[in-house]
């Protein structure tokens, strides 16, 4: 069993920025591809970055390319995902998932609670 706990979300103007955490507890995240989702009101959960368990590859929503960086530290058993040029519509409830494997998606084996961001304009 793994346990997830996102923290590091906040209240910030558009253009500052955020570093998320995911701290796992109960087992090595080692194996696991991580992930970053959110859901904001209204809508439906979507991705937003990922990365494999050895860190050599990344994805990210489109939406997010070129603004936000997703990195781990397996020693740690930390994720992060560094967020800066926010904007209004980046406001959402972020949480971080684990997936054994190579990929993680919306079916993936353990998820956080989540931390919620808001971006003042």
């Known amino acids: 069993q793994v346990q997830l706990v996102e923290s590091g979300g906040g209240l910030v103007q558009a253009g500052g920025s955020l570093r998320l955490s995911c701290a796992a507890s109960?087992?090595?995240?080692?194996?696991?591809?991580m992930g970053w989702f959110r859901q904001a009101p209204g809508k439906e959960r979507e991705f937003v970055a990922s990365?494999?368990?050895?860190?050599?590859?990344?994805d990210y929503a489109d939406s997010v390319k070129g603004r936000f960086t997703i990195s781990r530290d397996n020693a740690k058993n930390t994720v992060y995902l560094q967020m800066s040029s926010l904007k209004p519509e980046d406001t959402a409830v972020y949480c971080c998932?684990?997936?054994?494997?190579?990929?993680?998606?919306?079916?993936?084996?353990?998820w956080g609670q989540g931390t919620q961001v808001t971006i003042s304009s």
């Open positions: 990365i494999t368990s050895s860190g050599a590859v990344t």
């Open positions: 998932a684990a997936q054994l494997g190579l990929r993680v998606g919306v079916s993936a084996d353990y």
């Open positions: 109960g087992r090595t995240l080692r194996g696991y591809a």
